[in-house]
């Protein structure tokens, strides 16, 4: 049980262009999910957390034009990187937390992201 | 504000060796405390976890014991395997405050075991 998957597993794209993330829990409903970034050999950083059926809420220097969050359902959040840049390129992983895990969060496999 | 402190590597180890990584945290109340693992390419696995002082988390003959009095959550395992090759994470989930129900993560441990 808590199985979380994203969407797509690596993705390339050009300069300037959008990318769309999809993170799913497949048998819970996950009212919480979380958005993180790993840069290489280094720990994650929590982007964002996303409520369902609410707006995000971004950590300090996060820019929410640029990381798009929705959380439409109980189980699919999305983060779609907006014009992105070589800069953008990173390991993006999300998590996600039901009504009866509070203190458990359960982990996508990741999607890597690569920017020309 | 909430930390995790994790002793650096990497660690390289023969198989069948003792296995410790150290693991400190500071904290505002009693957070719950986790040790994920994360394989090459692969997202965070949920190892073993513990919610009250004294508890002992356990899985895959790894364990790791809630010390209050010491602010600990050391990683141990009797034998290593060359599958326990991974980056080990000790992370708290924020028990209040601003941060309430975020992780905090420590910076990882890489772990190298040998044939």
């Known amino acids: 049980g808590a199985v979380v998957s994203q969407h797509p597993s690596w993705v390339i794209c050009k300069s300037g262009t959008s990318v769309k993330i999809e993170c799913r829990s497949l048998d819970f409903q996950a009212t919480t999910m979380f958005w993180y970034r790993q840069f290489p050999k280094q720990s994650l950083m929590l982007m964002a957390t996303?409520?369902?059926?609410?707006?995000?809420?971004?950590e300090q220097g996060v820019e929410k034009d640029k990381f798009l969050i929705n959380h439409a359902s109980l189980t699919l959040s999305t983060l779609t990187v907006t014009s992105a840049h070589p800069e953008d390129s990173s390991f993006y992983i999300c998590?996600?937390?039901?009504?009866?895990?509070?203190?458990?969060?359960?982990f996508g496999p990741g999607t890597r992201l690569t920017v020309l | 504000g909430n930390s995790v402190t994790q002793m650096e590597g990497p660690v390289t180890l023969s198989e069948e060796a003792f296995l410790t990584i150290n693991c400190t945290y500071t904290?505002?109340?009693?957070?719950?405390l986790f040790w994920y693992v994360q394989y090459p390419g692969e997202g965070l696995q949920l190892l073993l976890k513990?919610?009250?002082?004294?508890d002992k988390g356990s899985n895959k003959g790894f364990e790791a014991t809630y010390r209050k009095e010491t602010t600990s959550f050391h990683l141990e395992k009797g034998s290593v395997q060359v599958s326990d090759s991974a980056v080990y994470f000790c992370a708290q989930i924020n028990a209040g405050g601003t941060s309430y129900g975020k992780l905090t993560f420590g910076q990882g441990t890489i772990l190298t075991v040998h044939p």
């Open positions: 998590s996600a937390q039901g009504q009866g895990f509070t203190d458990t969060q359960y």
């Open positions: 996303s409520n369902e059926g609410s707006k995000a809420t971004y």
């Open positions: 513990a919610t009250k002082a004294d």
């Open positions: 904290a505002t109340g009693y957070p719950s």
